[in-house]
Nanobody
Framework: QVQLVESGGGLVQPGGSLRLSCAAS????????MSWYRQAPGKERELVAG???GYADSVKGRFTISRDNAKNTVYLQMNSLKPEDTAVYYC?????????WGQGTQVTVSS
């Protein structure tokens, strides 16, 4: 299995940028499909970005997912942030039908 720890969240102004990191520990990191989800208060968790699934329409052109297998880390670069991007962001690792989740990191976009 794999353990995931997100970091990099915080309070930013609209139009600002933020880079989230997801550090993984465990075996065979490169064999996991990595993605980012988010969940706003009162909303269902939604897929934001994935290597094979692409990007949600709401973030296309603004967010970029990347990974560094040598560092066992996946990133989410977030640019031109909007208030509606406010949510808890979760890192997800999947192998076959098994999913693993991080604890989440809060992103708040506000003036």
């Amino acid at each position: 299995q794999v353990q995931l720890v997100e970091s990099g969240g915080g309070l930013v102004q609209p139009g600002g940028s933020l880079r989230l990191s997801c550090a993984a520990s465990g075996n065979a990191f490169s064999s996991y499909a990595m993605s980012w989800y988010r969940q706003a208060p009162g909303k269902e968790r939604e897929l934001v970005a994935g290597g094979s699934t692409g990007y949600a329409d709401s973030v296309k052109g603004r967010f970029t997912i990347s990974r560094d297998n040598a560092k066992n880390t996946v990133y989410l670069q977030m640019n031109s942030l909007k208030p509606e991007d406010t949510a808890v962001y979760y890192c997800n690792a999947r192998r076959w039908s098994t999913h693993y989740w991080g604890q989440g990191t809060q992103v708040t976009v506000s003036s």
